[in-house]
């Protein structure tokens, strides 16, 4: 469904033109808010495995234990 343009008159005050704001440029922070962000995109198949936060940090967090004491076993087999 589209939205329909809303009939909105400018309503800048006298004082002021449009061409003292510069120019206007659509999603120009876009990018930088995106790689200052840790949001992370789940496929469908491993969203139904997750079905909140919660649970996908306690799966990593166990993963992470699992690598730790994988790798103190590993080390110390060699050492």
Avoid: C, Q, W
């Amino acid at each position: 469904m589209k939205k329909g343009k809303l009939d909105v008159m400018d309503e800048l005050r006298p004082e002021y033109k449009r061409s003292d704001f510069g120019e206007i440029v659509r999603g120009k922070y876009a990018d930088r808010i995106k790689d200052e962000t840790n949001v992370v995109l789940l496929a469908p198949d491993i969203a139904k495995a997750f079905p909140n936060d919660e649970a996908v940090n306690n799966a990593l967090r166990y993963l992470l234990e699992i690598a730790e004491a994988s790798t103190r076993l590993t080390a110390h087999r060699h050492g």
